[in-house]
């Protein structure tokens, strides 16, 4: 009986180690106390068969079931799947892992177990299961989830036009990790944002593996000068000055006051001056003082006369800005010319000084400096050589002389005295030496003296022979006649003997004869011609032909009807 | 222009400014180098030598293959009283010519601006026209020329070897005379 009783007992323990082992440990502590709740002792062997029974259930539950029950953490990172196996059909969950999801998917409906999938970016094959939950061979009831995880290939994800942060949030959680960042300044660029990346995103990359970003960030502001705000209002210097900090991407406190140090009234005062000057880089930290003048101080006229007409307008645009006065400028051109241009300031009214009005109406008298004439140039340098001159009279030699004039602009200065300081007479008298010699170049200003003589007297006694042989002759004739001559031909007219008188002048003393042509003013060219003795004769010519038989054409024929 | 008034002018076609800068220059080489005379007068005088260039080139054509045939023995058996179309069939002439312009300054001897032409005409499928022992015309089928005009030793126009449009006949005038060879 006790045998029996000892049997039933380790049967239970037995059942409820069974029991406990497919069970969570809370339900097998319930089993294996329960188990030992319903083996009431007896004696005290029959409690201490107890005790031990119940410490051995509690131990295989807690040491050698435990890592059936409790599957390993899912490295996709989600929670763990839980059977709830109590009052339904129990299944046992089949293996998925090394499936395709698809595949691992079809299995579980084979099973009655729906799937939740999974990917988690790991190298690896992609699309296949790595982990389940819960594991294989657990008790499930149909209708339960196992949740698969799948290796999804490593692409590199789109992070463009996000904040670099969320970038960089984004592509540690696909599995870059390393993020050397390059920047991009430019105008256009949104600060922050990433701008580009590379490798480029959709692009398979190992994990691990390096993405560039090119964040952009703000450009440096650019370096604004002190605008000119002379003659400027206080609005509009406001404006100005504004508009090139803004640029700047500074803020400059602007200090205003009078010229004066007294107060004045913006609205009719404009800046006189100015501090940084004209043309100063801005720069932070610094401040900018405006100076203003009342437009009821007196503005004189300045002095423009002498100055070009332009620069002369400008210097009254300036000064009349300065005293809020309107310019009005009325030029007048001595010629009538209009070409203020290359025009420069006569006169003007009013005088320099006065006091200039808002009724003020400037009138300037121009003149064009391009309508004064130009002296024209020198005339070109030319040889000339000493023509003799020796046993020539002297009016001929002067106008020997004077004919270089009309050649070269030669302006001759003869000095004419006689042999040995001896009187001559003008009229009688012919060159015996001059100087420079016949031949030797002259300059334009060459002195010329001629040492001159008197001919030598007149043979009056070799006329009284001649017209005493002429008388004998003629006696002679007389007194014996000759036969009557033939009539004599009419002397065809001498062509332009004048001409040959006035305008060739021979040089003996140069080798090649020379002739000097001129034309006079207003002369057309035929009468030049004409007067000159120039004569076109145009002599045609028969030629000379040779006949060769049987030479072919040597080029392409062009048939005429015959 | 008349077909038949087909002369040496018509086969060089000279631009008049062409030719008034070459001959300017070419009178200015051999006329003016002994006469000082103003650059107006000197190109008015090119002008006028340059507008004689109608009158240097004006004789005919037909003169001058007319002369070629002066004294062509080849055509002695023709010379009597009947009328013959002899066909020449190919033959080409050279002639040379040299017009001048003879200028004249006084107190300068004259001076002669020469413009040597040279020219080749070829002609084909010739017909002579003889009557009475005349020959009288030519009627050429094709004719083509080339030539070189120039002043003095300055080229002025050079014509390329290109048909002539001839008209149907070109006349000689009063015609060749055809002498009988002796026996």
């Known amino acids: 009986m006790r045998r029996r009783k000892c049997r039933a007992v380790r049967r239970r323990a037995l059942v409820a180690c069974l029991l406990t082992a497919s069970l969570p440990a809370g339900a097998a502590s319930q089993v294996a106390s329960s188990a030992g709740a319903q083996s009431k002792p007896k004696s005290a062997l029959d409690s201490l068969k107890a005790t031990i029974i119940s410490q051995m259930a509690a131990a295989l539950a807690q040491q050698k079931l435990a890592p059936k029950l409790w599957p390993a953490p899912m490295p996709c990172g989600g929670a763990q799947a839980t059977t709830r196996a109590g009052g339904k059909t129990r299944v046992v969950v089949p293996g998925l892992q090394q499936y395709s999801v698809q595949q691992a998917v079809a299995l579980a409906a084979k099973y009655g177990l729906n799937v939740e999938e999974r990917s988690v970016r790991q190298d690896g094959t992609p699309n296949v299961v790595v982990s389940q939950s819960p594991p ?8 339960d989830t196992v949740v698969v995880c799948w290796l999804r290939a490593p692409v590199i994800p789109y992070v463009l036009n996000v904040s670099f942060a969320a970038a960089q949030r984004t592509l540690a959680d696909s599995g870059y ?29 190992a994990l691990g593996s390096t993405d560039t970003l090119y964040v952009g960030v703000a450009p440096p502001p650019p370096q604004v000068q002190m605008p000119n705000l002379r003659g400027f209002t206080d609005d509009d210097a406001t404006s100005a000055l504004d508009a090139v900090l803004r640029a700047g991407q500074l803020k400059l406190p602007i200090g205003r006051r009078a010229v004066n140090g007294q107060s004045f009234d913006p609205r009719r005062s404009l800046v006189d001056s100015q501090r940084p000057d004209f043309g100063t880089v801005l720069s932070a930290g610094q401040t900018i003082e405006l100076m203003f003048r009342d437009t009821t101080t007196p503005v004189p006229m300045p002095y423009v006369v002498g100055r070009e007409y332009n620069s002369a307008r400008a210097t009254l645009r300036t000064v009349f800005q300065r005293g809020n006065l309107k310019l009005k400028i009325s030029p007048r051109s001595v010629d009538g010319r209009a070409n203020f241009a290359t025009s420069i300031v006569e006169s003007q009214a009013p005088d320099s000084g006065t006091t200039l009005s808002p009724q003020s109406d400037v009138q300037l008298v121009v003149r064009d400096t391009a ?9 070109p340098r030319q ?8 046993g020539s009279s002297v009016d001929a030699a002067i106008d020997t002389l004077n004919r270089l004039y009309i050649i070269g602009g030669f302006t001759p200065k003869m000095d004419t005295r006689g042999v040995n300081g001896s009187t001559y007479t003008h009229s009688r008298a012919i060159v015996d030496s001059q100087f420079p010699a016949a031949g030797d170049s002259l300059t334009l200003h060459s002195d010329v003296r001629v040492i001159v003589r ?25 007194m014996w006649p000759n036969p009557p001559l033939p ?3 009419p002397t065809p007219p ?3 003997p004048s001409i040959a008188a006035l305008n060739v002048v021979p040089y003996p003393d140069i080798g090649n004869p020379r002739v000097v042509l001129t034309t006079r003013r207003g002369e057309t060219a035929d009468d030049a011609f004409a007067r000159l003795g120039l004569s076109f004769n145009a002599v045609a010519d028969p030629g000379t032909q040779r006949l060769h038989e049987g030479e072919p054409p040597r080029a392409r024929e062009e048939t005429n009807d015959a | 222009m008349p077909e038949t008034a087909l002369t040496l002018r018509s086969l060089f076609d000279v631009n008049d400014q062409d030719a008034k800068r070459v001959i300017f220059d070419a009178v200015d080489g051999s006329v003016w180098d002994q006469v000082a005379i103003p650059r107006s007068l ?14 240097l080139l004006a004789t005919p054509l037909s003169d001058t293959v007319a002369n070629a045939f002066n004294g062509y023995t080849k055509l002695a058996k023709y010379a009597d009283d009947q009328d013959h179309d002899v066909a020449e069939g190919d033959f080409s002439i050279e002639s040379e010519h040299t017009p001048y312009v003879e200028l004249k300054v006084t107190g300068l001897p004259a001076k002669e601006i020469k413009f040597p032409l040279t020219l080749s005409l070829n002609f084909s499928a010739v017909v002579l026209v003889i009557k009475k022992s005349h020959i009288v015309a030519l009627r050429a089928g094709t004719c083509t020329a080339s030539g070189k005009l120039s002043c003095e030793k300055i080229q002025l126009y050079e014509r390329e070897l290109k048909p002539v449009k001839l008209p149907g006949e070109l006349p000689f005038g009063i015609g060749i005379r055809i002498f009988k060879m002796p026996h």
């Not at chain 1, 309508?371 to 005339?379: A, E, L, N, S």
């Not at chain 1, 040889?383 to 020796?390: A, H, S």
């Not at chain 1, 007297?457 to 002759?473: Q, R």
């Open chain 1, 494 to 496: 001498a062509t332009h």
């Open chain 1, 454 to 478: 008197d001919k030598r007297p007149f043979p009056w006694w070799w006329i009284i022979a001649g017209i005493a042989l002429a008388g004998l002759g003629s006696a002679a004739a007389w």
């Open chain 1, 136 to 143: 294989p061979k657990t008790i499930a009831a149909r209708g």
């Open chain 1, 177 to 205: 990790l390393a993020l050397p960042i390059d920047v991009i300044v430019g105008k256009a660029v949104k600060t922050g944002t990433v701008l580009r990346q590379s490798p480029r995103y959709g692009l398979s990359a």
């Open chain 2, 42 to 55: 000197r190109e008015a005088a090119a002008e006028k030598v340059a507008g004689t260039l109608n009158a």
């Open chain 1, 383 to 390: 040889t000339l050589r000493m023509p003799r001159l020796i």
């Open chain 1, 371 to 379: 309508t004064i004439p130009v002296p024209p140039p020198p005339p």
């Open chain 1, 487 to 489: 009539p004599t031909p």
